[in-house]
């Protein structure tokens, strides 16, 4: 899965920092600057590939994918891009579309997520990760955040996480030394996921 010919160039980049752990204090400080505040409830299936410079999951029977473009002063910028057919996926993603026939959905045929990755079976080419997100998002100025636990569904397990994100570095940087981050590892959350990595903690 290292391949990284694409058919389609991703759009929507963006600079992010994840720190692992609960981290109540700088939680407590977002939700006082937050100009706006969201919760939401969301799946996820992540499908973890031996090249961690792609972030791929599936949300809602829509293929997520995104890619490491640089890193700098700690923070990873990544561009991401949605998929609901194989033809723009990008390669080697495109046959992962078709293997799990993301698009039946669209046809009105039934359709359950577990049950395709599971006749996959061991020789699929990545490892699927099912996960139930509580978020709680907030905006800060030009800059979002979220503060979001995420409970693994093989193991029950729960992991805490906080990321700040956007496209200014210089606004980013400011607002993670003030939530106090700032030695912190930066920790994309399939990484955390990836039990080789185990690098989340709850």
């Known amino acids: ?29 977002l939700s006082k600057l937050a100009t706006s505040k969201t919760t939401e409830r969301v799946k996820d299936c992540y499908l973890l590939v031996d090249d961690s410079s792609w972030n791929v999951k599936i949300r809602d029977n829509t293929l997520k994918i995104k890619q490491l473009v640089t890193a700098k002063d700690g923070f990873e910028h990544w ?47 990545f490892r699927a990760v099912f996960v139930v997100k509580q978020r709680r998002r907030y905006r800060i100025g030009r800059l979002r955040a979220e503060a979001t636990d995420i409970e693994i569904r093989e193991t029950g397990e729960v992991l805490h996480t906080l990321s700040i994100e956007g496209d200014d570095l210089e606004e980013l940087t400011a607002l993670r030394d003030r939530l106090g981050l700032t030695d912190h590892e930066n920790i994309a959350v399939h990484d955390a996921l990836d039990p080789v990595d185990g690098s989340g903690s709850a």
């Open 1 to 29: 899965m290292a391949s990284k010919n694409t058919t389609s160039k991703p759009v929507g980049k963006r600079y992010e920092y994840r720190v692992w752990g609960p981290h109540r204090s700088a939680r407590k400080l």
């Open 79 to 125: 561009a991401s891009d949605r998929h609901r057919s194989a033809a723009s996926t990008p390669s080697p993603f495109d046959e992962i579309f078709e293997k799990l026939r993301l698009d039946r959905p669209q046809r009105g045929k039934k359709y359950n997520l577990i049950d395709e990755v599971a006749a996959l079976g061991a020789d699929a080419g």
